[in-house]
């Protein structure tokens, strides 16, 4: 004879699935949310930190401007030019061939070879 | 155990974590809201910050554009000490010595300032280079520290400095180019308020207002700065070879009143503008007064060309060198006979000068006075210009008429000189002189530029041209500004040699040695003034200026690459 099935008997298991899972998100999500805050603090930190990069390098630009533009004043391109003893002087007049009754357009054809080609050669 | 005990534990341990959370919220609520206001709102004022962020000033350029900076902004250091912790330090004695060494500070001032227990700072050195800063890195933490400063700096210190002028210690604008353009130059200022945390460090998602400072508008100007460097050293070389005074001198070019240079001699260090005085810090060549002489003529004698009552063949009678008129003498340099005009030009004959004028009259002569600008400002952009100094016709003196036209009796600037000889370049047209180029803001966007104005038309464009064959004749051979002539161009040029008013009447010994002049003659692009206070013991200008005019222009034309004979012409080398 089948042993009699005892319907009325309940199944003991998980009891709480609805609420469990519930907090279980309620705790994903607070999660997610501190970790959020946590690299919004990062990424703000970052920006200050490039900020006060970008100030110093701004600084660092100015100052190389500035020693730049020594570098190439004309008294230290003086101090330069007798410092390896480049002693350059004006053509004296005799020197300077004019020609005259040329145009501009002439000119331009004599230095692009058009009129001497051995010119545009060299 | 049974189902009971369970429950009840549960219970109990949920009842002991629900009380202390309402514990802390309790103590949250407290914090927040039961604390007096005062003490609240000193809280928040804790953890918040407010700053002005100042703005960069902006950058002055030369013509040539943002590769020749001549005054920026820059970081420097101030060198201090805490002098309790240096004096009680056993390395005392080494960490002076290196900073006396590396720093360029005397030992006497540096034991001056260390040598109090009792004080917790003092200044070592003030406005230190970064680099310099690093020789000292090693003694940072043995009571040497460093503090940041952002200080207006001129790379080329005393180069333009009457034209730049300076910002002080209070960062205010005196004289020059940083005070007539400040208002484009300071930019605007920016404002952050913020929160931060207990090291007062910016949190940035705190930050309630954020504006950025706008860095000022880079200026421009029309100087060139090796036309200036060329002038200049031109200058120092004639003020210590004649014992002058000061001297001063201004390249300008005729067609569109640009000025190329603007030099005046005493000078100073920009960045050291402390060390000046006024005489160094005041710019000649637009706030000094003087009397011209001989310079001068050229008003009277176009002016009598213009009206036709004279031409340049005209015979006059130079009487022997000493003339009367209204029972005063008025003498020559050199005795001469009969001149015509254009040789009376040449030579630079007082008498003929004052007969064409009384020939022309007072009232035409006042009239060309004016229209050439005499006793009136040019209205260059810069700050401290002279007007000069005219009589009204009313209050002339009856022998004026015969000192006037001469340079004596009325006082004008160097520019104001070089305006009337560049008028006369230009064809009769006389254009505003200015130094600022343009003005160009952060962005890229331009927000003035300068175009060439023409602000009188003092002589026809026929009468110029006589005017400038008769000049060009003054450096001729025989001429008394031969020394100005420059190898290979036509010069037009006027010397003077004014003697300076004393008490009384005028100094025999003090004079004021000048040339003007422009070139090339027929095409003129440059006009050149250079004048020379009380050299000894040459005084003249045909002596003194001339030859400084020719070693300035001789360089500048050819650094322009001006030819000699007009444009149409191609010079091989």
Redesign the interface.
């Given at each position: 004879m089948r042993r009699k099935r005892n319907k009325k008997r309940k199944v003991q298991g998980f009891a709480y699935a609805g609420p469990t899972v519930g907090l279980v998100i309620l705790v994903l999500v607070a999660l997610a949310y501190v970790w959020l805050g946590g690299r919004?603090?990062m990424?703000?930190?970052d920006?200050?930190d490039l900020e006060m990069k970008k100030e110093e390098l701004?600084?660092r630009y100015?100052?190389e401007?500035?020693h730049w533009?020594?570098l190439?004043?004309?008294?230290n391109m003086e101090k330069a030019l007798a410092k390896w003893k480049l002693n350059l002087v004006?053509?004296?007049?005799s020197?300077?061939?004019?020609?005259?009754?040329?145009?501009?357009k002439?000119?331009e054809k004599?230095v692009s070879g058009e009129y001497y080609p051995a010119i545009a050669k060299r | 155990m049974n189902e009971y005990g369970v429950k009840i534990r549960s219970l109990l341990i949920f009842g002991i974590l629900l009380l202390m959370c309402c514990g802390l919220g309790a103590r949250l609520v407290c914090l927040h809201l039961c604390r007096p206001e005062e003490e609240r709102s000193n809280m928040m004022r804790l953890r918040k910050t407010k700053a002005v962020l100042t703005a960069?000033r902006g950058v002055i350029v030369d013509r040539n554009g943002e590769?020749?900076?001549m005054a920026?902004?820059?970081?420097m250091k101030h060198v201090c000490a805490d002098p309790s912790v240096v004096s009680t330090s056993a390395l005392c004695a080494t960490i002076l010595e290196d900073l006396s060494s590396k720093l360029e500070v005397s030992r006497t001032e540096l034991d001056e300032k260390i040598n109090k227990p009792g004080s917790r700072f003092a200044f070592i050195r003030k406005y230190v280079?970064?680099d310099e800063t690093e020789k000292i890195s090693h003694l940072k933490g043995a009571g040497v520290f460093l503090r940041d400063v952002?200080v207006r700096?001129y790379?080329?210190s005393s180069?333009m400095c009457h034209v730049l002028g300076y910002i002080d210690r209070r960062e205010e604008a005196c004289g020059g180019v940083e005070q007539q353009m400040n208002r484009y130059l300071m930019g605007s200022d920016g404002y952050l308020a913020t929160g931060v945390d207990a090291r007062r460090?910016?949190?940035?998602?705190r930050r309630e207002q954020y504006t950025p400072p706008v860095q000022g508008a880079t200026v421009e100007l029309t100087l060139d700065?090796?036309v200036q460097?060329i002038v200049e050293k031109a200058l120092d070389d004639a003020v210590a070879e004649h014992n002058a005074k000061g001297g001063w001198a201004i390249v300008q070019k005729v067609r569109t009143g640009e000025i190329l240079a603007m030099a005046s001699r005493p000078g100073f260090d920009l960045n050291r503008f402390n060390v000046s005085d006024e005489s160094q810090r005041m710019n000649r060549t637009i706030g000094y007064n003087y009397e011209p002489g001989s310079t001068f003529k050229v008003v009277a004698i176009s002016a009598a060309l213009n009206e036709k009552v004279v031409a340049p063949s005209d015979v006059f009678d130079c009487e022997n060198g000493r003339w009367f008129y209204a029972k005063r003498a008025l003498n020559d340099y050199h005795p001469y006979g009969k001149l015509t005009v254009a040789d009376g030009v040449k030579k630079s004959s007082n008498i003929l000068t004052a007969k064409v004028a009384l020939r022309l009259g007072e009232k035409k002569l006042y009239q060309y006075l004016k229209a050439y600008g005499v006793g009136s400002r040019t209205g260059i952009d810069l700050p401290g210009e002279e007007a000069g100094s005219l009589a009204q016709l009313k209050d002339w003196y009856n022998i004026s008429i015969t000192r006037i036209p001469i340079g004596q009796g009325v006082a004008v600037t160097a520019l104001q000189m070089i305006s009337i000889f560049s008028a006369i370049a230009n064809d009769g047209f006389m254009m505003k002189p200015h130094v600022v180029k343009r003005v160009t803001r952060a962005d890229g966007k331009v927000i003035f530029a300068a175009d060439p104005e023409v602000v009188a038309h003092p002589i026809r464009q026929e009468t110029a041209g006589i005017m400038n064959e008769l000049l060009a004749r003054v450096t001729e051979e025989g001429g008394t500004g031969r020394r100005g002539a420059v190898?290979?161009y036509r010069v037009a040029g006027k010397t003077g040699t004014a003697q300076k008013a004393v008490a009384g009447g005028y100094s025999s010994t003090a004079h004021i040695a000048s040339f003007v002049g422009y070139l090339p003659v027929g095409d003129p692009e440059i006009a050149i003034i250079v004048v020379v206070d009380e050299p000894q013991p040459i005084r003249t200008g045909g002596m003194v200026a001339a030859p400084v005019f020719r070693v300035i222009a001789?360089?500048v034309i050819?650094y322009l690459d001006v030819p000699?004979?007009g444009r149409?012409?191609?010079?091989?080398?």
């Amino acid at each position: 004879m089948r042993r009699k099935r005892n319907k009325k008997r309940k199944v003991q298991g998980f009891a709480y699935a609805g609420p469990t899972v519930g907090l279980v998100i309620l705790v994903l999500v607070a999660l997610a949310y501190v970790w959020l805050g946590g690299r919004c603090k990062m990424i703000g930190k970052d920006i200050t930190d490039l900020e006060m990069k970008k100030e110093e390098l701004s600084k660092r630009y100015a100052y190389e401007l500035y020693h730049w533009t020594q570098l190439q004043s004309p008294r230290n391109m003086e101090k330069a030019l007798a410092k390896w003893k480049l002693n350059l002087v004006w053509p004296s007049s005799s020197q300077i061939q004019q020609i005259n009754d040329i145009s501009a357009k002439d000119v331009e054809k004599i230095v692009s070879g058009e009129y001497y080609p051995a010119i545009a050669k060299r | 155990m049974n189902e009971y005990g369970v429950k009840i534990r549960s219970l109990l341990i949920f009842g002991i974590l629900l009380l202390m959370c309402c514990g802390l919220g309790a103590r949250l609520v407290c914090l927040h809201l039961c604390r007096p206001e005062e003490e609240r709102s000193n809280m928040m004022r804790l953890r918040k910050t407010k700053a002005v962020l100042t703005a960069p000033r902006g950058v002055i350029v030369d013509r040539n554009g943002e590769s020749n900076i001549m005054a920026l902004n820059v970081n420097m250091k101030h060198v201090c000490a805490d002098p309790s912790v240096v004096s009680t330090s056993a390395l005392c004695a080494t960490i002076l010595e290196d900073l006396s060494s590396k720093l360029e500070v005397s030992r006497t001032e540096l034991d001056e300032k260390i040598n109090k227990p009792g004080s917790r700072f003092a200044f070592i050195r003030k406005y230190v280079y970064e680099d310099e800063t690093e020789k000292i890195s090693h003694l940072k933490g043995a009571g040497v520290f460093l503090r940041d400063v952002n200080v207006r700096h001129y790379p080329h210190s005393s180069l333009m400095c009457h034209v730049l002028g300076y910002i002080d210690r209070r960062e205010e604008a005196c004289g020059g180019v940083e005070q007539q353009m400040n208002r484009y130059l300071m930019g605007s200022d920016g404002y952050l308020a913020t929160g931060v945390d207990a090291r007062r460090k910016e949190m940035y998602w705190r930050r309630e207002q954020y504006t950025p400072p706008v860095q000022g508008a880079t200026v421009e100007l029309t100087l060139d700065q090796n036309v200036q460097y060329i002038v200049e050293k031109a200058l120092d070389d004639a003020v210590a070879e004649h014992n002058a005074k000061g001297g001063w001198a201004i390249v300008q070019k005729v067609r569109t009143g640009e000025i190329l240079a603007m030099a005046s001699r005493p000078g100073f260090d920009l960045n050291r503008f402390n060390v000046s005085d006024e005489s160094q810090r005041m710019n000649r060549t637009i706030g000094y007064n003087y009397e011209p002489g001989s310079t001068f003529k050229v008003v009277a004698i176009s002016a009598a060309l213009n009206e036709k009552v004279v031409a340049p063949s005209d015979v006059f009678d130079c009487e022997n060198g000493r003339w009367f008129y209204a029972k005063r003498a008025l003498n020559d340099y050199h005795p001469y006979g009969k001149l015509t005009v254009a040789d009376g030009v040449k030579k630079s004959s007082n008498i003929l000068t004052a007969k064409v004028a009384l020939r022309l009259g007072e009232k035409k002569l006042y009239q060309y006075l004016k229209a050439y600008g005499v006793g009136s400002r040019t209205g260059i952009d810069l700050p401290g210009e002279e007007a000069g100094s005219l009589a009204q016709l009313k209050d002339w003196y009856n022998i004026s008429i015969t000192r006037i036209p001469i340079g004596q009796g009325v006082a004008v600037t160097a520019l104001q000189m070089i305006s009337i000889f560049s008028a006369i370049a230009n064809d009769g047209f006389m254009m505003k002189p200015h130094v600022v180029k343009r003005v160009t803001r952060a962005d890229g966007k331009v927000i003035f530029a300068a175009d060439p104005e023409v602000v009188a038309h003092p002589i026809r464009q026929e009468t110029a041209g006589i005017m400038n064959e008769l000049l060009a004749r003054v450096t001729e051979e025989g001429g008394t500004g031969r020394r100005g002539a420059v190898q290979g161009y036509r010069v037009a040029g006027k010397t003077g040699t004014a003697q300076k008013a004393v008490a009384g009447g005028y100094s025999s010994t003090a004079h004021i040695a000048s040339f003007v002049g422009y070139l090339p003659v027929g095409d003129p692009e440059i006009a050149i003034i250079v004048v020379v206070d009380e050299p000894q013991p040459i005084r003249t200008g045909g002596m003194v200026a001339a030859p400084v005019f020719r070693v300035i222009a001789e360089q500048v034309i050819r650094y322009l690459d001006v030819p000699p004979l007009g444009r149409n012409v191609a010079t091989v080398r």
